[in-house]
């Protein structure tokens, strides 16, 4: 699976963007989706996540605690496409955006089998 991102951009302080990433390749299986940031110094941090649309799944979202109720995951399986709408966007959002693929429902913790390439997005204050 080959996944390209983006989206990033310069953005000010209560702005929106909205982060895409489509994927190619093996994409016919059950596929969770995500989104992780970093900031230089720091460690990938997990952002969303989007479980497969199938059965006990449902397509469930799940978030890191510092982005509920401003981002939101979303997916169009028929594009292969995972969108993240970021809104109410903060200068501590600012962070290289990478979206991830495992194969598979969600599950914490979960490995990743796929990365992108990363997107910057900057919030000016």
């Known amino acids: 699976v080959q996944l390209q991102a983006s989206g990033g951009g310069l953005v000010q302080t209560g702005g929106s963007l909205r982060l895409s990433c489509a994927a190619s390749?093996?994409?016919?299986?059950?596929?969770?989706m995500g989104w992780f940031r970093q900031t230089p110094g720091k460690e990938r941090e997990f952002v969303s996540a989007?479980?497969?649309?199938?059965?006990?799944?449902?397509?469930?979202?799940y978030y890191a605690d510092s982005v509920k109720g401003r981002f939101t995951i979303s997916r169009d399986n028929a594009k292969n496409t995972v969108y993240l709408q970021m809104n109410s966007l903060k200068p501590e959002d600012t962070a290289v955006y990478y979206c991830?693929?495992?194969?598979?429902?969600?599950?914490?913790?979960?490995?990743?089998?796929?990365w992108g390439q990363g997107t910057q997005v900057t919030v000016s204050s």
């Open positions: 989007i479980a497969p649309a199938i059965a006990w799944t449902g397509g469930s979202t």
């Open positions: 390749g093996r994409t016919n299986s059950p596929t969770t």
């Open positions: 991830a693929a495992a194969y598979g429902t969600y599950s914490n913790p979960l490995r990743w089998d796929y």
